[in-house]
């Protein structure tokens, strides 16, 4: 029983960490097609301890994929993922093109795996932002348990969110620096070395900027569309790892000591709260790592039944690449069975 697999975008940041995934995770692929544009063409890339040599995308024949994993732009996606999905291959987007789309699942499996019946509209499964992947699986069994009314959360992001080029000016902006010869910023609106940008993605007509706009919306749709969520997205000079400041309000009341225990048992999740030096989650430790971690759970005096956390996470695996490899195994568990 094993699957014929191709990843849209393989030379890219998220791509290569599919590939990886893929094989740590020993996904049954019988073939994986690694596919990229032209300029990549021939390029080698890594799965497992083979090397794959990429093919063009632009005259790929999907027939016979079971799976597609794209790991490229929303206009890439939204130019092959119909016609992957045309040709019987199961679409799985980690762009944010079609993720609002009604007939489009948007899929965290540890949170609405359920959703994921409705992928037979378009045969195309939409991954959440990676800021938003995260928090709903620190928040899910906790709207379980007291059901959340309303979130405000602050977003710590890595500059890998932006890619390659974003990871390699962090680097070449902070040795400019130290040899005092600094350079002007290209990726960034501003300078990312030693510093933070409140700004990611473009800005919309009421001030707030179109990655918070996501998490509202994606929150909604994934969780629960009743909860209210305002975000401010900062983009920090950390490579990998995105951490975001959490605040919740609930219906019911909840104790951080019952969300302690609720969360060591949640799908997903690894809590790492001591009220000790130390004794917390900080990006450069959660880097290659497939969990969720949760720290510093305490009481939100300010409201009436209210919890702050400190959620961190590798935003290239949870947030993206492994996000996709699991819809792939629960579709593969729930509705592409095969026979041995
Ligand atoms: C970022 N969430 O961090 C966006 C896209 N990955 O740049």
Request: glycine letters at 6%; charged letters at 25%; a negative charge.
């Amino acid at each position: 029983m094993s699957y014929r697999l191709a990843v849209i975008g393989a030379t890219g940041l998220v791509g290569q960490e599919m590939l990886n995934i893929l094989a740590e995770r020993d996904f049954p692929a019988s073939e994986i097609v690694p596919l990229a544009s032209r300029k990549s063409l021939g390029q080698d890339v890594m799965f497992g301890d083979r090397k794959l040599k990429v093919k063009a995308l632009d005259t790929f024949d999907f027939t016979g994929i079971d799976i597609a994993l794209f790991a490229a732009s929303g206009d890439v996606a939204a130019e092959y993922a119909p016609k992957a999905a045309a040709a019987g291959a199961v679409v799985i987007d980690n762009s944010s093109h079609f993720r609002m789309d009604p007939d489009v699942p948007l899929i965290v499996p540890e949170v609405n795996a359920d959703a994921l019946a409705g992928y037979r509209k378009k045969n195309i499964i939409a991954n959440p932002n990676c800021s938003t992947a995260q928090l709903v699986v620190a928040l899910k069994p906790l709207h379980d348990a007291a059901k959340i009314k309303r979130v405000v959360v602050s977003t710590y992001q890595s500059v890998s969110g932006a890619g390659n080029e974003a990871s390699d000016e962090l680097f070449s902006q902070t040795r400019a620096i130290f040899v005092n010869d600094p350079i002007e910023p290209v990726k960034f609106t501003k300078q990312i070395a030693f510093n933070v940008i409140p700004h990611i993605d473009r800005f919309l007509e009421d001030g707030s900027t179109k990655e918070e706009w996501k998490m509202t919306v994606e929150t909604q749709k994934i969780l629960d569309p009743a909860i209210a969520l305002i975000a401010t997205c900062v983009r920090v000079p950390v490579f990998i790892g995105h951490s975001e400041a959490v605040f919740v309000e609930f219906e019911n009341d909840i104790t951080p000591g019952t969300a302690r225990k609720i969360l060591r048992e949640a799908p997903g999740c690894l809590v790492i709260d001591k009220r000790e030096d130390g004794g917390y989650i900080t990006p450069v430790e959660c880097a290659g790592d497939f969990a969720t971690f949760i720290s510093r759970i305490r009481r939100d005096p300010t409201v009436k039944h209210g919890l702050s956390l400190w959620v961190v996470s590798d935003n290239l695996r949870k947030g993206a690449a492994l996000n996709a490899v699991q819809i792939a195994e629960s579709l593969i568990a729930r509705h592409l069975k095969k026979d041995a």
